[in-house]
């Protein structure tokens, strides 16, 4: 049935054509003269014409029937306008169209499936499985404990600092508070780095390594995430760090993370002194060993850990 509709169509559209086509070649012909009067020939030719637009106005009118009666190609061959991609005379862009028609039909077959699998599961939503249960209240635990980690209090946040502080005698560390929950630390490891640790809470969020002799700006701490140091020993070691600061991160025992990973930081006392544990080499291409175990602070260079 679809079709004839379209047959009709594209018939009225042939006709609707070779009667313009006439209306045209008539009005640049103009009026004939035939020998009979003037004025006939011209009344006759007015009538002509008046005639051939009635004509065209009741074709066009068939032709607007005839399309609103057509439907739209169902899925993924309804794409409006970009079927205009087909007429595209360059032959890398001709092929976007089969690959947009492709896609299309491909979408259409995901979004069937995944209606079914809505339905399915909404009819076994009543079935509760105790192991789904105890999984939800352990993810509503370890949500409230990150919350209580980072909602402490702020005397509370310095007076674990401070205590953990006095464990490394070669170590100094200066707080700086830039809200009542964002702390930053600056480490100072005897005359060899500083690292500057940016805490939310109790819990490390990001730190960078520099050299001891690099400027640091006391007064914004902040600004020396966004400044690497100049060294590619420090840079190393700042890669090390982040690493070993995701290790030891416990949203439960935040005091026993920041207390491991300064105990971490604390064996480069000796970076410039101790072989590699693997090579026994002090130095591999002008590096030292920039990497220290995660449990036995046995140092290592980068390519001998890895």
């Keep these: 049935m679809e079709l004839n509709h379209l047959q009709l169509a594209l018939n009225t559209v042939q006709t609707l054509r070779l009667e313009l086509t006439q209306f045209f070649i008539d009005i640049c012909e103009g009026v004939k003269d035939d020998g009979s009067q003037t004025g006939s020939n011209q009344n006759r030719y007015l009538y002509t014409l008046n005639e051939m637009i009635g004509k065209i106005g009741i074709r066009m009118r068939d032709l607007q029937q005839v399309v609103g009666s057509l439907s739209n190609p169902p899925g993924a061959m309804s794409l409006q306008n970009t079927s205009f991609l087909t007429q595209e005379s360059t032959p890398d862009r001709q092929a976007l169209y089969p690959a947009l028609l492709s896609s299309h039909k491909w979408l259409d ?6 209606s079914n699998a809505v339905q399915i599961l909404r009819q076994n939503s009543s079935k509760k499985l105790y192991s789904n ?4 209240k352990k993810k509503q635990q370890q949500s409230s404990l990150h919350n209580i980690s980072h909602n402490i209090s702020s005397q509370a946040v310095d007076v674990l600092l401070i205590n953990i502080s006095r464990m490394f005698p070669e170590m100094s560390i200066k707080i700086s508070r830039r809200s009542a929950s964002t702390v930053v630390l600056l480490v100072t490891l005897s005359k060899l780095l500083h690292a500057i640790i940016s805490f939310k809470g109790v819990m490390m969020e990001s ?3 520099k050299g001891f002799d690099e400027p640091i700006n006391l007064n914004d701490l902040q600004q020396e995430f966004w400044q690497e140091s100049r060294y590619f020993v420090f840079r190393k070691i700042t890669e090390h760090a982040n690493i070993a600061m995701a290790h030891f991160l416990s949203p439960t ?10 105990t971490w930081l604390n064996s480069y006392l000796v970076l410039f002194k101790q072989p590699c544990k693997f090579c026994g080499k002090i130095e591999s291409e002008g590096c030292p060993a920039t990497w220290k175990d995660l449990r036995t602070l046995d140092p290592f260079h980068y390519k001998c850990a890895f």
């Design 109 to 114: 077959n995901v979004h069937e499936s995944s």
């Design 133 to 136: 249960s105890s999984l939800s």
């Design 207 to 209: 730190v960078v390594v």
């Design 253 to 262: 025992l935040p005091d026993l993370s920041v207390r491991s990973f300064l």
